[in-house]
């Protein structure tokens, strides 16, 4: 049935045909008619202090619900400062719909006032992005944009509406199919190239899987489970990939790269077949290509331009990681032995001394929640600290910027996150440099009293370059003392935020249980030597 | 290597920008892409030469199919396309050399376009190989100008690429 209505009031519409409960945004006079519009709806709006908080909290919304995120912005500076959390969710498959304002459509290409390309910016990272001209097409391809960003290898899609185009009236009816001809992402793994793939694993010695985060986004954590188990093959992983199986796994043996964990890294040296899931193996990953010359490797990716970029595939599978690994499953038999046994025997414990370690704060969280949290990161030493210590149970409970690596982003993705799950707890582990990067969004927790916990490790540095400048340039140190930083107590009490300083190990315990018990928003500040290396 | 690829693509603007930067951000290099609507409105059809290996190709097709817009790739095996490039050649003749130009131009099967006191100018469709063939014969004239339109491309016998058997080449 069609009715008469603005483009502007189609555009809620369309939002609430598509589930969605919650934007975060700002406005501003070229997104006005939107805001209207949503006026009178109940999607909830979240007003951040800045555009690229919005963004990350789409993002953190996204990644915990398996929905898309929505954000919005004004055009012009509003929508360039959406960039980077558009970014960083590009770079981790996140899907999110950005919606831009844009200058009246007579005026587009004159540098008026506010007028930015956006589509033009953000066509490298987006999956897809479009410039609405015609108001008839806006229901159409706004159900396109959800659609898109869902599905496939999933990833942010933005839309620019010039202002003149919102307010016009359009006859509305929502489209019965989308079909996009150049857009049909195939799910299922080619027949042919599973068999393969079981041969290959039934025939190896040594096989080790690295999972990535293309496993937790199709929800595949269950079925690799099962390969894991009957074919007895350990599982390293990528920074996105933790969670995809617990990390207290017997057969986990941790994360690889330049920051992974030494069990991971000697796994896939061993080991004489490599299988890929959902994973690009990018530098930091791999390191040196090389190591993978003489073993035979498996890629299962829906997104073929990922299988043979980065390393030469002999079974590649374009498809989702769920379809293909239960395919696999039904076909493969069982292993007897584990042959990374050694290894993981040799995992070494850190020895304790009486000092207070990032580590020791780390596993004191774990313990205390026992994994019943969602943890977001920042990006830095604590990230990595994280990523090593932190125990995750479930997938899709560790979340953090592992493609573009943004500062910034952990606080944000918090809250985002804290709305999509509001029955978990929600911990940010952050540094003092990142934190500083979007420390403002301690308003939005004020204003809508999101009750997430931020543990914020300062070292008044920017610890990883620090620790990057005192081995590679022999400790000429520029630019990564954050002299200056406020007093992070006093500034919690500005937004009305509790907060403890934790600098001693005998109170660890004590501060993690009071944070632990505290209803609502709290800061706990860890006071850090910026001498703590990343890896110990 | 140079490979061509026919690249079907929706009508759209922006489209053309979309392809070409990413042949930029990726650092591949195209030695020509030409543009023109097909037998369908909303259909452009793009052929694209590509300079580069078997890696190169692959991950450009592969690339290039991630965008919403593009429909079809098909890499053109060069035995069974026909392969066309049109070139317009301005080039410097007076009374003593116009005479060999224009023998020339028969023997090429090209035709004289445009005639002034001093220049002639050329139009000369046909492969590569034959443009620079007569491109090389008359730089002894002196070339003023030279505009090509880059390489275009369709498959010989009944064989069409459309956007109906889209699942075939992936
Ligand atoms: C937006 C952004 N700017 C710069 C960098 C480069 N960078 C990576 S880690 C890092 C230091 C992070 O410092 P902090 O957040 O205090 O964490 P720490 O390493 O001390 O734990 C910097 C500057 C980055 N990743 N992101």
Redesign the interface.
């Known amino acids: 049935m069609k009715r008469k209505m603005t483009v502007a009031r189609a555009m809620v519409e369309v939002l609430k045909s598509e589930g969605v409960e919650i934007i975060f945004g700002i406005p501003g006079a070229a997104i006005y008619p939107f805001y209207d519009a949503l006026y009178s709806s109940d999607i909830k709006h979240v007003l951040v202090r800045t555009e690229q908080a919005a963004a990350h909290e789409a993002s953190g919304y996204a990644r915990t619900t398996g929905k898309v995120g929505v954000c919005v912005a004004t055009s012009g500076p509003g929508a360039t400062n959406l960039i980077t959390g558009i970014a960083t969710a590009y770079m981790d498959s996140v899907p999110i719909v950005a919606i831009t304002g844009q200058v009246n459509s007579s005026l587009i290409g004159k540098d008026v006032f506010q007028e930015v390309d956006i589509t033009g910016a953000t066509a490298p990272f987006t999956k897809h992005n479009y410039l609405v001209k015609d108001p008839k097409k806006i229901v159409k391809v706004l159900k396109e944009a959800f659609y898109i960003a869902s599905t496939g290898r999933r990833g942010p899609v933005l839309i620019d509406v010039p202002i003149d185009v919102q307010m016009q009236e359009i006859e509305f009816e929502l489209p019965k199919e989308i079909d996009i001809p150049g857009y049909k992402p195939k799910e299922r793994g080619h027949p042919l190239q599973i068999k393969r793939a079981v041969e290959a694993i039934e025939n190896s010695q040594r096989p080790v899987i690295c999972s990535g985060g293309g496993v937790i986004a199709s929800k595949a954590s269950e079925e690799l489970k099962t390969l894991v188990e009957k074919q007895k093959i350990p599982v390293i992983s990528t920074l996105m990939g933790i969670g995809s199986i617990p990390t207290d796994h017997p057969y986990y043996l941790g994360m690889i790269g330049s920051h992974g964990q030494k069990e991971a890294n000697i796994a896939l040296r061993q080991a004489d077949l490599l299988i890929v899931i959902g994973a690009r193996l990018a530098d930091r990953a791999l390191g040196d290509t090389k190591i993978t010359e003489n073993m035979k490797i498996i890629h299962i990716d829906i997104d073929p331009a990922e299988i043979g970029k980065n390393v030469d595939t002999n079974i590649p599978i374009v498809g989702d990681a769920k379809q293909v690994l239960s395919e696999i499953n039904k076909r493969i038999s069982e292993r007897k032995d584990f042959w990374a046994q050694e290894i993981k025997a040799q995992k070494k414990e850190i020895k304790e001394d009486g000092n207070l370690h990032p580590y020791d704060v780390l596993k004191e969280i774990s313990r205390a929640y026992n994994g019943d949290y969602i943890i977001t990161t920042d990006v830095g030493q604590h990230q990595i600290w994280a990523a090593h210590n932190v125990y995750i149970k479930e997938p899709g409970t560790f979340i953090t910027s592992g493609g573009l690596g943004t500062m910034g982003y952990g606080v944000p993705a918090a809250i985002g996150a804290k709305f999509g799950r509001p029955d978990k707890e929600v911990i940010s582990i952050t540094g003092d440099g990142s934190f500083q990067m979007l420390l403002q969004e301690l308003a939005t927790i004020k204003r809508e009293q999101v009750p997430i916990k931020i543990v914020l490790f300062n070292n008044t540095r920017l610890g990883m370059v620090y620790e990057l400048q005192k081995k590679r340039c022999t400790g000429r140190f520029i630019a990564t003392c954050l002299d200056g930083n406020p007093d992070f107590m006093i500034l919690a009490k500005a937004y009305g935020i509790e907060s403890l300083r934790l600098e001693s190990k005998e109170k660890l315990k004590e501060a993690i249980e009071i944070m632990k018990n505290h209803n609502g928003p709290f800061l706990l500040e860890v006071v850090t030597s910026p001498d703590e290396p990343t890896i110990p | 290597m140079k490979y061509t690829l026919s690249v079907l ?2 009508n759209h603007p ?1 489209v053309l ?2 392809v070409a ?1 990413l042949f930029s ?1 990726r650092g591949f290099n195209i030695d020509s892409l030409a543009v023109g609507v097909t037998e369908d409105p909303t259909i452009s059809r793009m052929t694209i030469v590509v300079n580069g290996d078997d ?1 190169i190709v ?2 450009v097709t ?2 290039l ?8 790739i098909k890499k053109l095996n060069p035995k069974e396309a026909v392969e066309r490039e049109l070139a317009l050649i301005k080039v410097n003749a007076n009374s003593q050399t116009r005479s060999d130009i224009i023998q020339i131009t028969e023997i090429f099967r090209a035709n004289i376009v445009d005639v002034s006191k001093e220049t002639l100018t050329i139009e000369i469709s046909g492969d590569e190989d034959k443009i620079e063939a007569l491109i090389e014969l008359l730089k002894q004239y002196g070339i003023r100008e030279v505009v090509r339109t880059g390489l275009i491309a369709i498959e010989r016998g009944t064989k069409v690429i459309t ?1 109906s058997k ?2 075939e080449d ?1």
């Open positions: 693509v929706e922006g920008s979309r930067g951000r890696y692959e991950q592969k690339q199919n991630k965008l919403i817009d593009v429909i079809k956007k889209s699942e992936d």
